[in-house]
Every structure is written in C-alpha cells, then in structure tokens.
C-alpha cells in the first residue's frame, strides 16, 4: 500500500500543481456544524480511513465527496504525521471545490497546522499547506480577515525566502489572498509581485516564448517561479485600485506585450484598469486591445480532453464593453471582422459583435 500511497501522491502534485484556480462567484458557507473541534493532534487514521483519505486527495469525481470525508481531512490536519497532513492539505483542496462541502469547523481546525505548515523545511508539506489555503481563499469564503492576514504574512515570508520553490508558493498563495484584502492591502501585495517580476524581467531579457520554454523546465525554480508571479498579477488586475496602482500595471503590461516579453493573455489585465487611467493613457490601452481583436496571437485553448477555443482580445474587450465610445466601438467591430475565415469565429465573437453593436443602437 506504501507504493501506492506515494505514487498516488506524485500523481496528484504533478497534475494539480500551483494553479490560479477556477474564476468565479465564491460560494455561500455551508452552515457550520454541531460536531466539537478537536483540540489535540489526532491518532494516526486507520488502515480504511487512510486509504480513503489518499484517494479524495488523488482526485475523485466531486460527486463521489461527501462530509465525512471532509471530517476525515480535518482529523488528518491535524495529525501529529507529517505525511498524514500532506495527505489531508491535498484532500481539502480538492473537497474545496465542491460549493458548500466545506464548513467553518474545517476551517478552525485545519487552518493553523496549514498557516505553519506554509513555511515548513519540508517543501513538500509546504507545497501542499499553500495549495489548501490558496483553494480556501479562491473557492469558499470560510477564511476570516484574521486567517486571511495570517495567511498574507506567510505568503509574504516565502517571497523573502533565497529558495526560489519558497517564493513560488508565496507567489501563488499572494495571488489567491489578493481578492481577499482591503484596498490597501491588495495595492501593496500587488506591487510587491510587479517590482519582483518588472526586476527579474530587466536582468533576463528575452522573448515570451523563449521565458516558457524555460519555465516549462521543472528543473529551472527561478523562471518557474517567476512564472507563478506572473499569473498572479493577471489574475488580480481587476482588483487593484487607483490611477497610481493601474498606471503601474499598465506600464509593465503594455510595453511587455509590444516587445513580445509578455503574451497577449496579458490584455484583460490592461482592459481591467484601463478606466482608473487618465484620459490619454486609457485611450492608449484601449486602442491596443482593440488592434489585438485582429491578432492571431490573441488566440488560445482551454482543455485537455475537449479543447475549448479563446480569444484574449475577446475577452479584453468584454471588459471594456460598458465604457467605450461610438469609435472604439466601431473600431473593435472592424477588428473582429477580419477574423471571419476563423474556425472558431461565430462561437467566440458572435455574442460580442451583437453586444457591441447594440451598444449605441
């Protein structure tokens, strides 16, 4: 069983990995339960509730997860074996993305062996403590303000770390916290990841395209990390506030996508600040995701079994949809024309050119 456990285990760290997570509404609690939390480190599972627990944290189908084994990750939180906690980190990942599974009970008990485990020596225990706490703060709205700054102060810790793994997850837990801050608090982890990746960018030029292959490399740490950093700041553009804090995203966002050190999936973010601009340099961000409705570069797939077609300029400008003027609106339905010989043309930009043009109809 021991050679299972762990292929199991490897299984789900490489097919899992630090991902963004789904984008989307957070979910109401579910109401919390009567059951007492325990207050000492739990016995070591059973030879079943083990096996049990290796499985939901592998991966089952979510329609197969059910409380009990939401008690069994809780009870594995809080083991005294760090191997057992590994374990119940991954379950509670994967029970997060079940709407209303999770209760405030797991919360209190699972949440402070994970906030330490965050910044174990063990990088695979923190590996796995951040991926739970990145799924809580992305997927449910269980964590408190409290957890949450607690949480922030681990984040910002493994980003002051030498060991570019560390930082890598303070990277991604810093993404997943970001929608979770107060305006200050957003502003400051968010410029804290721009002046980390602007700096790194500046003493490693190169190409979009030559950075992923490096960063596709799990030997390389560095641009893996950097990698994470990146996605962390085009996941959270749309919650950053101020003309200051969106100047400064457009600053690194745009001359990036024109010097190809970016990819063009950096465009909803320079459509998602565009309105904190002042009027010159609005105008200026707007004209590019307008220009970039024309690009085939903006193109994208999603899936690995059915693959799902995207358009990042698409997605850009649905963003921008409720704010541009008769122009820009003319323009960006220009621009979508010319991508009528497109396979996937009706499917991505037929509701955005009806869209647009209603919108001054």
């Not at 990698?227 to 745009?254: D, F, P």
């Not at 010159?280 to 995701?289: G, I, L, Q, S």
């Not at 997605?315 to 921008?320: G, Q, V």
């Given at each position: 069983?021991?050679?299972?456990?762990?292929?199991?285990?490897?299984?789900?760290?490489?097919?899992?990995?630090?991902?963004?997570?789904?984008?989307?509404?957070?979910?109401?609690?579910?109401?919390?339960?009567?059951?007492?939390?325990?207050?000492?480190?739990?016995?070591?599972?059973?030879t079943d509730?083990?096996?049990?627990?290796?499985?939901?944290?592998?991966?089952?189908?979510?329609?197969?997860?059910?409380?009990?084994?939401?008690r069994?990750?809780?009870?594995?939180?809080q083991?005294?074996?760090e191997?057992?906690?590994?374990?119940?980190?991954?379950?509670?990942?994967k029970?997060s993305?079940?709407?209303g599974?999770?209760?405030?009970?797991?919360?209190?008990?699972?949440?402070?062996?994970?906030?330490?485990?965050?910044?174990?020596?063990?990088?695979?225990?923190?590996?796995?403590?951040?991926?739970?706490i990145?799924?809580?703060?992305?997927?449910?709205?269980?964590?408190?303000?409290?957890?949450?700054?607690?949480?922030r102060?681990?984040?910002?810790?493994?980003?002051?770390?030498?060991?570019?793994?560390?930082?890598?997850?303070?990277?991604?837990?810093?993404?997943?916290?970001i929608?979770?801050?107060?305006?200050?608090?957003?502003?400051?982890?968010?410029?804290?990841?721009?002046?980390?990746?602007?700096?790194?960018q500046?003493?490693?030029?190169?190409?979009?395209?030559?950075?992923?292959?490096?960063?596709?490399?799990?030997?390389?740490a560095?641009?893996?990390?950097?990698?994470?950093?990146?996605?962390?700041?085009?996941?959270?553009?749309?919650?950053?506030?101020?003309?200051?804090?969106?100047?400064?995203?457009?600053?690194?966002?745009?001359p990036?996508?024109?010097?190809?050190?970016?990819?063009?999936?950096?465009?909803?973010?320079?459509?998602?600040?565009?309105?904190?601009?002042?009027?010159?340099?609005?105008?200026?961000?707007?004209?590019?995701?307008?220009?970039s409705?024309?690009?085939?570069?903006?193109?994208?797939?999603?899936?690995?079994?059915?693959?799902?077609?995207?358009n990042y300029?698409n997605?850009?400008?649905?963003?921008?949809l409720?704010?541009?003027?008769?122009?820009?609106?003319?323009?960006?339905?220009?621009?979508i024309?010319?991508?009528?010989?497109?396979?996937?043309?009706?499917?991505?930009?037929?509701?955005?050119?009806?869209a647009?043009?209603?919108?001054?109809?």
């Open positions: 069983m021991k050679l299972r456990a762990w292929l199991l285990l490897a299984a789900a760290l490489l097919l899992a990995g630090c991902s963004r997570g789904p984008v989307g509404a957070v979910p109401s609690p579910a109401p919390t339960s009567t059951l007492p939390i325990p207050t000492q480190p739990s016995p070591a599972p059973t509730s083990a096996q049990r627990l290796e499985d939901v944290a592998a991966g089952l189908d979510p329609s197969q997860l059910t409380i009990a084994d939401v069994l990750a809780q009870a594995g939180a083991s005294g074996d191997a057992t906690r590994q374990w119940a980190y991954l379950a509670g990942e029970l993305s079940v709407p599974l999770l209760d405030r009970e797991f919360v209190q008990a699972a949440f402070p062996p994970a906030v330490e485990d965050t910044l174990s020596s063990t990088q695979q225990t923190a590996e796995f403590a951040s991926r739970l990145s799924a809580l703060a992305r997927n449910t709205s269980l964590l408190s303000q409290e957890q949450v700054s607690q949480a102060d681990a984040a910002q810790a493994n980003l002051e770390s030498r060991d570019p793994e560390y930082r890598r997850l303070g990277a991604n837990l810093s993404g997943a916290l929608p979770r801050l107060d305006p200050e608090g957003a502003n400051q982890a968010f410029q804290t990841l721009l002046q980390t990746v602007a700096a790194w500046t003493g490693n030029p190169m190409t979009w395209d030559e950075f992923i292959l490096q960063a596709s490399d799990y030997r390389n560095e641009a893996r990390f950097i990698n994470q950093a990146i996605a962390a700041l085009l996941y959270n553009c749309a919650h950053i506030t101020g003309e200051e804090q969106a100047k400064a995203a457009v600053s690194w966002a745009l990036g996508m024109q010097n190809r050190v970016l990819s063009l999936g950096a465009l909803p973010c320079l459509a998602a600040v565009a309105d904190e601009l002042p009027e010159a340099e609005r105008r200026e961000a707007v004209a590019y995701v307008i220009a409705l024309a690009s085939e570069d903006a193109w994208y797939t999603l899936g690995s079994g059915i693959i799902r077609p995207g300029a997605d850009a400008i649905r963003i921008l409720p704010s541009l003027e008769r122009q820009e609106v003319e323009m960006a339905i220009q621009a024309e010319t991508q009528a010989g497109h396979d996937a043309y009706e499917t991505i930009f037929g509701g955005t050119l009806e647009l043009k209603d919108r001054y109809e």
